[in-house]
Nanobody
Framework: QVQLVESGGGLVQAGGSLRLSCAAL????????IGWYRQAPGKQRNLVAS???????NYADSVKGRFTISRDNAKNTVYLQMNSLKPEDTAVYYC????????????????WGQGTQVTVSS
């Protein structure tokens, strides 16, 4: 059974930074694509960023230039570096992995992490 374990969330002031980690108990290369989603209370879940097996990345417009997704194959871990955080980035962030070609708000991978809370104070 594949397991994705997130860590790195927390409370930070606006303008600060956090780095989220998603450790896979199975090599990320086993998945075609891995991404981060977020969901704020009362709002729908949205894709934040994704990275394909070939290393191609994709970002939501709201985080372009501030967030960076990357992976460490030796550690079977995917990261989301979040800089210049804003209060509107507050949400539960979920790691997601799948065998499809890409991820979107509507098309997600099969495997999910448990989520990690990110809170940005103004």
């Amino acid at each position: 059974q594949v397991q994705l374990v997130e860590s790195g969330g927390g409370l930070v002031q606006a303008g600060g930074s956090l780095r989220l980690s998603c450790a896979a108990l199975k090599s990320p290369f086993s998945f075609n694509v891995i991404g981060w989603y977020r969901q704020a209370p009362g709002k729908q879940r949205n894709l934040v960023a994704s990275i394909s097996r070939s290393g191609n990345t994709n970002y939501a417009d709201s985080v372009k230039g501030r967030f960076t997704i990357s992976r460490d194959n030796a550690k079977n871990t995917v990261y989301l570096q979040m800089n210049s955080l804003k209060p509107e980035d507050t949400a539960v962030y979920y790691c997601n992995a799948g065998t499809g070609l890409q991820l979107s708000d509507e098309v997600t991978g099969y495997y999910w992490g448990q989520g990690t809370q990110v809170t940005v104070s103004s």
